[in-house]
């Protein structure tokens, strides 16, 4: 089983930074992809950022150019580091994970059926 584990989350006004971590009690198989996602009350859940074992990531226009995925092998840490945040970044946000046999084809996606371990998740508050 793996467990994920986040932290970070705080309220902030808004062109703010946090830096959001995700600690992964184990890594399953060495081919993975990691990823954060977000969800307001109401609406469905949101790929934010994502990555590889190989470090290739991908992230939602949304937050391109203003948050950065990043993991610390050594530490089992996903970090995501948020700058320039708005209002409209106010959400819980989740780790997730998926571990996979093969790498072959591996890619960084955002969607939730692409993930299969799910953190309990932090809340960032972002105010005007």
């Known amino acids: 089983q793996v467990e994920l584990v986040e932290s970070g989350g705080d309220s902030v006004q808004a062109g703010g930074s946090l830096k959001l971590s995700c600690t992964v009690s184990r890594y399953a198989t060495n081919n993975y992809r990691l990823g954060w996602f977000r969800q307001t009350p109401g609406k469905a859940r949101e790929g934010v950022a994502s990555?590889?074992?190989?470090?290739?990531?991908n992230y939602a226009d949304s937050v391109k150019g203003r948050f950065t995925i990043s993991q610390d092998i050594a530490k089992n840490t996903l970090n995501l580091q948020m700058n320039s945040l708005k209002p409209e970044d106010t959400a819980m946000y989740y780790c997730a994970a998926k571990f996979f046999i093969y790498p072959n084809g591996l890619m960084p996606k955002l969607g939730e059926t692409d993930f299969h371990y799910w953190g309990q998740g932090t809340q960032v508050t972002v105010s005007s």
């Open positions: 990555l590889t074992q190989e470090g290739v990531t």
